[in-house]
């Protein structure tokens, strides 16, 4: 098996080209993005869309994840991830499984068709959670590219899969947002060090492997500057899953929350990981492919409906 991406399995980081598209679909009238929006995809790596959802719409949303953070025991407590040294909820995995609401958010056309327009290709879920930023006290997610990880201890081949976080609260300069590094997606950053057995039961608290070097961090800072997206509740940040992102703590009395989704390529399933032991578990990266069907319609009636037949 060829690896085009080697990680981790030499002493020194690497700088390595990307060797495919970004965006593999050009713009066409049909398209769910305007010409614009696809070229700042393509060169910069994310794209920030901005009322997508009807404030309805939001509300359901925001009321489905209070209910998921306020019982965290009626949920797979594999998927419930604290915070390093702590017992508040950082992320919850696997959410389509354990929301109607969210998968429905997950596979809405909104999110989904944008995806599976700009990879060119059926789209299936490769990852969901709940990232959550508790005020004062919710730690950082140091700078790494989710494709070193997919690609290492997923087998995922091919830079073919995005990112998707859908804000649930406000979104400040203050309260930790997203930051991304522009145009860092056109380099892939190799890591160094072999990765430990089970290596996802410490790196979902916090990855010491798998992080890019400082040297080349602050290279990709000063080439192309850093990027702190941020919104009203509803905002949606998409992010190729080479681009260089990462968080600082959050010391403020606001939290920060966000759905996140991972749609990856249906021909871009994954293989036997790259660089580990064994695959991680299912509910961190899907083996089994399910293309998404897409939806339309509100989201807010979609609730309603869960509700009278729950």
Not at 219 to 247: Q, W, Y
């Amino acid at each position: 098996m060829q690896d085009i991406y080697p990680s981790r399995c030499k002493s020194e980081p690497e700088v390595l080209p990307r060797q495919e598209p970004v965006a593999r679909a050009a713009w066409r009238e049909s398209a769910p993005l305007s010409q614009a929006q696809i070229e700042h995809f393509d060169s910069q790596g994310f794209l920030v869309l901005e009322d997508l959802f009807a404030a309805d719409e939001v509300v359901a949303l925001q009321d489905e994840t209070r209910q998921l953070l306020a019982d965290p025991s009626s949920l797979d407590p594999e998927t419930v991830i604290t915070e390093p040294g702590g017992s508040e909820v950082r992320s919850i995995f696997a959410i389509h499984r354990q929301s109607a609401l969210l998968a429905r958010l997950a596979a809405d056309e909104r999110l989904a068709g944008v995806a599976s327009f700009l990879l060119d290709d059926q789209v299936y879920l490769h990852q969901t959670r709940l990232n959550y930023k508790p005020g004062f006290n919710g730690k950082e997610f140091y700078w790494h590219s989710d494709f070193e990880t997919w690609h290492t201890e997923d087998g995922m081949p091919r830079m073919r899969a995005l990112s998707m976080s859908v804000l649930l609260a406000e979104n400040t300069p203050d309260n930790g947002p997203l930051m991304v590094i522009p145009g860092s997606h056109k380099s892939f950053i190799t890591c160094v060090g072999e990765t430990p057995d089970d290596h996802y039961r410490s790196s979902l608290k916090k990855q010491e492997y798998g992080v890019p070097d400082q040297w080349n961090l602050a290279r990709l800072a000063h080439e192309h500057g850093i990027v702190a997206p941020t919104g009203k509740p509803g905002t949606v940040i998409l992010f190729d899953c080479n681009t260089m992102h990462g968080s600082n703590g959050n010391i403020t009395p606001f939290p920060r929350s966000n759905a996140f989704m991972v749609y990856n390529a249906v021909s871009n399933r994954l293989e036997r990981p790259y660089a580990a032991p064994r695959p991680r578990p299912d509910f961190i990266a899907a083996r089994e492919v399910e293309p998404l069907v897409m939806q339309s319609g509100s989201l807010a009636r979609a609730a309603q409906v869960e509700r009278a037949f729950a």
